[in-house]
Each structure stands twice: as C-alpha cells, then as structure tokens.
C-alpha cells in the first residue's frame, strides 16, 4: 500500500491583503501529478483544508474542481479531516453521499472507530476537537487536549483490529514539535500540547497542524506541513507532501518538494544595497519582506523598493528589531530635531544645508522651544 499524505492548504488564504489562491492552485497541480507519477493508493488530507470557517467562493471551486480530478478521472480514494480553521459542519456536509465516489470526510467524533479499509489497510480519522468538544460529546469533564486525545485515540485502539496496518489521521500540535508564525495558537498555556505516546500504536500517523514537515518520536509520526510558506519564519523551510509505502515488514517514507510560484525572501542590508540588489534580483516576482539596517530617516521606501520588486510586503527596520534595541532607541532619542531634519532634508533633495539654511531651520527650533515653554 503506498498513499500520499498533506495538510494545511489552507485554501482562501490571504497574505498581507494579497489572494494566494493562485499559488494554491500551482501547488495542486504538482501533487496532482506526484498522485499519478508514484501510483499511490489513497490521498490523506490531514486538516485545514480552508484557511477560515467561511471560505471565498474562489477556495470552494478550487477544492472542487482538485476532488473531482481525483475521485473521477483517477478513481481514487481521497480520506480527509478537519482542521481548527475548517467548519466542521461545512466539511462534513454531503460526506455520507460522497463516500460512493471515494471521498471520506471523518469530522464527527462519534463515528472515530469506523475503519476506511483500502487494501486491507484501516484508516482512522480524528478530526481537530478541543476538550469541550470531547467532553460535551461523551460526558466527561477532561482538562487538556492530552486527555481528550489520549481519550479518542484509545477508543480507536480498542475498537481496531490489530492484524491489519492501521493508519490515523489527526490534527494536532505534538509537544516538542517546531511551530511558525502562522498557525493558529489551540489554546494557553500548554493545555494544547499532546505527548506522542499516545500515537506509538499505529503503523503511520497522519499529522496536521504544524507547517513545518517534521516528525516526533518516530519517523512514522509525521507532519506532512503546509503546501506552501504563510509566514516569513518559514522562509527557510522546504515545503513538500510525503509518500509512505508500508509493507508487511517495513515501511518507506519519502519527502516529494513543492515549488512554490512566488517564493517568500528576506533581504537584510542599508537601504542604498538592497535597491542595487533590487535591479538584478533573478526572481522580481517574489514575496518580500525587507530589513534595512540604516538608522537614517528614508523617505517611502516602499515605493522606492516596489519599483524594482512589485511584491514588497513589509518593511522592517532592523534598529527596533536586534538584541540592542534599548541602546539603539537611546542613541536616536540623544539625536536632536536638527539632525533629524538634516536627514530627511538630504534624503528628500539629495543636498545638505547650507550655511543660510542651517541658520533658518535653527532659528525655528528654537522659536518652537520657546513657544512650547510659553504654554506651560
């Protein structure tokens, strides 16, 4: 049996106010070509497939138009669960009828120790549910997301038949796993976090949540992550889906890269560098987010930048953002309103005062102070 496994679409998603359902659907289509090039089985969509509860009409058609290429042109089975960002009621709607083309939704709690067989493998799904969820569901009154899961998943182990592979979905943050910017906090204080343990009986665990693709405990414990970067903490990772191939004595697990169509970058250096980068930057396109190092007032540098690089999306100035802050921000407060003014006078005219000019700005900072004294 070989399957592969992904997560975290999050179709519909936003960037800085910018739609990436174009970048969605470029990715798609390279996991609708891994599906046919590795002849898998089955595909897990491990949660998150929308990135809001209600999603623009442009993510629905796209969902759509992916599920139908492969339920109906490919003939193959398709298991998925909610994620944290998806509407559980919105997922689940029409998934009895659907279940007929090969498409398994899981997202109701009750139906968890129902098995999904595909060559004599048993899939099980545990959509995302928080312990008020659980404990509304089944009477109980469970404090953490620990226990809750611990909960479900032992009503799955007792319930499954153990001379078949078992493979479990499940959307969740496993303690100890690396996060990134943008995936939505589950909770405070550590309530959210789950110990892998739980997950050792199974012969693969399905992970979503996480962007970053890793694993925890062991291999077979695995984030797929998100199908591509929403955040600038993840410039460095590499986004993929995973192909697992599970025999009766072995399993192989592989890491399949997607490309992005606009790859998020940071590009750190003073201002006068990075426009010079800017010129001849191979991939213009791109998503950026630019560090300047200069302590100098710089006058719309947005503008300046978007000239060159159309998909500026954030500017930072690295003076507020190192471990010297403190002093640096002291250092600018020590600085007066003539040297300020200097500044932005050259950066706007591109000259420096002259000596008539200096006398006249001097003057009135001065006549400012004085004033400014009188009214107290």
């Known amino acids: 049996m070989k399957f592969l496994h992904t997560s975290d679409w999050h179709l519909g998603r936003q960037f800085h106010n910018i739609s990436l359902i174009e970048d969605q659907e470029f990715v798609l289509e390279q996991i609708f070509n891994y599906i046919i090039q590795e002849k898998v089985s089955a595909i897990l969509i491990s949660g998150d497939i929308y990135d809001r509860a209600i999603p623009p009409v442009s993510a629905v058609n796209l969902l759509n138009s992916f599920l139908e290429k492969i339920c109906f042109e490919l003939k193959l089975p398709i298991i998925l669960i909610s994620g944290n960002h998806d509407s559980l009621e919105r997922i689940n709607f029409g998934s009895k009828m659907m279940k007929s083309s090969g498409l398994h939704i899981i997202s109701d709690l009750t139906c968890i120790t129902d098995p999904i067989l595909i060559d004599e493998v048993n899939f ?27 909960f479900l998943v032992d009503k799955i182990y007792l319930s499954m038949n153990k001379s078949n592979k078992n493979i479990l979905l499940s959307h969740c943050f496993i303690n100890g796993c690396n996060s990134s910017d943008s995936e939505r906090q589950l909770s405070v204080g550590g309530a959210d976090l789950i110990g892998v343990e739980i ?22 414990i695995r984030y797929s992550g998100s199908i591509l970067k929403y955040s600038f903490s993840e410039t460095s990772q590499k986004k993929s889906v995973t192909i697992v191939e599970i025999n009766n004595d072995s399993t192989k697990i592989k890491e399949l890269p997607l490309r992005p169509k606009f790859d998020l970058e940071i590009l750190e250096d003073n201002f006068e560098n990075i426009i010079e980068l800017a010129k001849k930057h191979p991939y213009k396109d791109n998503y950026f987010l630019i560090r300047i190092k200069d302590e100098r007032a710089i006058l719309d540098p947005m503008n300046k930048l978007r000239e060159y690089l159309p998909n500026v999306l954030q500017i930072e100035k690295t003076i507020l953002k190192n471990n010297s802050v403190r002093t640096n921000l002291k250092n600018t407060e020590k600085r007066s309103e003539y040297d300020m003014f200097k500044d932005f006078y050259k950066e706007v005219s591109g000259n420096t005062l002259n000596d008539l000019e200096e006398n006249i700005i001097l003057n009135t900072i001065k006549e400012v102070h004085k004033n400014r004294e009188n009214k107290i």
Not at 133 to 148: C, P, Q, R, W, Y
Not at 199 to 220: I, S, T
Request: charged share 20%.
């Open 124 to 150: 099980f799904g545990i959509p995302y549910s928080d312990p008020d969820i659980v404990n509304s569901l089944f009477g109980l009154e469970l404090k953490t997301h620990h226990d809750a899961m611990k």
């Open 199 to 220: 997950f050792n009986q199974f012969d693969y665990v399905a992970l979503g949540h996480l962007h970053a693709p890793q694993f925890k405990g062991e291999e077979k």
